[in-house]
């Protein structure tokens, strides 16, 4: 067994005292506010210029629509114009058919039944580990190399809520 790594000291730290720790925080406290209330700051902004935008487009929104429906249709209706070339090339792009394929899979199962049968190498199969399995063989005494359980305690903080509704 190896002898254990040092991730931290702390001795330095204690000669600081209580009310020095309490002030400590009161600065975390307080720098977590500030820094929460500039967020909902500009959250508000965003919200406020996303609002200003949607309203700003929704007319140009509706007419794009409206012409790319006309558009549709017009080329659906008349595929004999878009043969050769199948696109009509303007000043502004193109538009006109062109041949597309997408595969929709009706049934999972069916399809991953069918790939076993005949050697089509085409389902994924994603290996990872359990961790909870791996806790539970630890703490039933296996020896899995490679992973360990570590515990131990964890400084942590809480900004009090009546704080942050300001």
């Not at 595929?79 to 193109?94: A, H, I, L, N, S």
């Not at 909870?132 to 020896?143: P, S, V, W, Y």
């Amino acid at each position: 067994m190896s002898n254990p790594v040092r991730l931290s000291d702390s001795r330095p730290l204690r000669v600081i005292s209580v009310q020095q720790a309490d002030e400590l925080f009161k600065q975390i406290a307080l720098l977590t506010v500030d820094i929460n209330k500039c967020k909902a700051n500009y959250e508000k902004k965003i919200a406020a210029l996303k609002a200003a935008y949607d309203e700003q487009i929704a007319g140009p929104k509706k007419l794009l629509e409206e012409a790319e429906k006309m558009l549709k249709n017009y080329i659906l209706a008349n595929p004999d114009r878009f043969v050769k070339p199948r696109q009509r090339q303007t000043e502004y792009g193109k538009y006109g058919l062109r041949t597309v394929a997408n595969l929709e899979i009706i049934n999972e199962e069916d399809v991953k039944a069918a790939c076993a049968a005949q050697g089509v190498d085409a389902v994924i199969y994603i290996e990872r580990l359990d961790k909870k399995a791996l806790e539970k063989a630890l703490a039933d005494g296996a020896a899995i190399p490679g992973c360990e359980i570590r515990s131990g305690e964890v400084a942590s903080y809480t900004v009090s809520k009546a704080l942050m509704e300001d």
